[in-house]
């Protein structure tokens, strides 16, 4: 255990307060606050909140070891300082976590080989960035993603997709005269989106529709035009 008295008595080291050897992460991140020119020398501590930790602190050039680390928290502490181009490798960290930050600091091509990552989390952060593979993915929160994001005139390749909480954020973004294709939705959300926003002259039909909200929303609209019809008993 290396000594510090002599930064006790300069006031940069106090035991329960800012201790490198102390149990709680917030101690120690105090410490190296105190002392940032102390964090190279921490780098192969024993203890793997030490060396995450130092890694916030520590010169840079000393931070591409870390990279292979066995604690996934030093990894991606050493992976948010390095340049892009030494990080790279880390797109097949063993760890959801330092593959979800690797994926938050790249961008166009160097993003391309996570697009089939194994963990859906890691393709949701992808998604802003690769939209257009995004919208068939096997995550229903990686196609909302895609479903908010992509350019309109995309909009109506998702309007068939197999979950409604999609085709109804699809539909939320539908110009009126693309949203009335919707009109035959399973979904009560879907139809109601299609009876508050498309054209009045179009959703004659909803005044009959079999949910409550629907055909609330279309007889109130279409009650203030002419375009109102009788529904079969």
């Known amino acids: 255990m290396r000594s510090h008295a002599g930064l006790h008595a300069a006031g940069k080291y106090k035991i329960r307060h800012a201790?490198?050897?102390d149990r709680y992460a917030r101690r120690i991140d105090r410490f190296f606050e105190w002392n940032p020119e102390l964090a190279n020398g921490y780098l192969d501590h024993p203890h793997f909140e030490v060396r995450a930790i130092a890694a916030k602190h520590a010169d840079i050039f000393r931070l591409p070891s870390l990279l292979a680390d066995d604690d996934e928290t030093v990894r991606w502490n050493a992976?948010?300082?390095l340049p892009i181009r030494s990080?790279?490798?880390l797109r097949e960290d063993p760890h959801r976590e330092?593959?979800?930050r690797v994926a938050a600091r790249l961008e166009d091509a160097d993003l391309a080989p996570m697009m089939h990552d194994p963990d859906y989390y890691v393709r949701l952060v992808i998604a802003p960035e690769r939209l257009s593979p995004m919208m068939r993915d096997a995550?229903?929160?990686v196609r909302?993603?895609?479903?908010?994001?992509?350019p309109e005139g995309w909009l109506s390749g998702m309007m068939d997709d197999p979950d409604v909480s999609?085709?109804?954020?699809?539909?939320r973004r539908l110009p009126p005269d693309l949203l009335v294709r919707m009109r035959d939705d399973e979904d009560w959300r879907v139809r109601h989106e299609v009876a508050s926003r498309a054209a009045v002259e179009k959703i004659g039909e909803f005044a009959c529709d079999p949910d409550d909200f629907v055909r609330e929303i279309a007889r109130?609209?279409?009650s203030r035009s002419d375009h109102m019809r009788e529904c079969a008993s």
């Open 19 to 21: 201790c490198v050897h």
């Open 79 to 81: 992976a948010r300082r």
């Open 87 to 89: 990080i790279l490798g």
């Open 98 to 100: 330092v593959r979800i």
């Open 139 to 141: 995550e229903v929160e």
């Open 144 to 150: 909302r993603v895609a479903a908010r994001r992509i």
């Open 166 to 171: 999609v085709r109804h954020d699809i539909a």
């Open 220 to 222: 109130a609209r279409l």
